[in-house]
């Protein structure tokens, strides 16, 4: 059987749409709670191809719940998670919908900003797949002040674990008194890895924030808010990896906000119904 670019392990695939994680994914299949195209599964290695086969857990099927996308501006001292064994702070404290939305890529603890959460499968796959090759932009605050050679090393690719790292782009764009702000963008998401690379030319990052994920920009979304994407946003996104712009079921919602803060419509402006702003957790 041949396989086709978007077949991924079964237990991917159910951890990609919030089923469970990947061990728990793989615990189901093993008690023949899962099945694909009406079939049980029970083997851990099975390729499946979530765009054209039914797969359901428990009789339930993946897509059976609308789509959600979620922008979250993530604050530092939360693990980008769906739980964590110690008890310690999970994105998900801070969104919580009845969808079953899972965190799309790595942000790690000490850093902040743009983090993505949604349960569509195809594009969770394909941000986080580096074949797809998405950028990613970050503002780095730096320790000190890196002259221009270890910054044309940066271009020129580090390497980290045995490979260089690519980045597309690297632009100074402030100074404080504790170093230099940088403009760093890459497509890869290998973890820790704009902190690795910064250290590994002597520069340790003191701060790190993401501000884009492909089209989709942070703006002034405060630390700890979260909003649904637009419908144009969706479709901007879905656009950027090579997949269909709209989907059937998603919520993907246009607003009339201003400052990304929640702040009512201006007088003429009509809000759509069902429209959230932006989210605070009380």
Known sequence: MSVTMTEQRLQRVLAAHGVASRRKAEELILAGRVTVDGVVVRELGRKVDPERQEICVDGKP????PRRYIVLH?????????ADEYGRKTVLDLVQVPERVVPVGRLDRDSSGLLLLT????LIYRITHPRYELEKEYEVLVDGFPPPEVEEALRRGVPIDGRPVQIRRLEAIRVEPQGTVYRVVIHEGRN??????????????????????????LGDLPPGRWRDLTASEVAALRRAV???????????RERKTRGGRGMPAR????????????????
Request: no cysteine; proline share 7%.
């Open 242 to 252: 090579g997949l269909p712009e709209f989907l059937e079921g998603a919520v993907g």
């Open 74 to 82: 993530k604050p530092v001292g939360y693990i980008t998670t769906t």
């Open 119 to 122: 349960n569509d499968g195809d």
């Open 62 to 65: 993946l897509h059976s719940e």
């Open 192 to 217: 820790r890895i704009i902190r690795r690379v910064f250290e590994r030319v002597g520069y340790p990052v003191l701060r790190l924030q993401r501000v884009r994920v492909g089209p989709l920009r």
């Open 267 to 282: 007088r003429g402006d009509r809000r759509p119904s069902g429209v959230r702003k932006e989210h605070r957790r009380r």
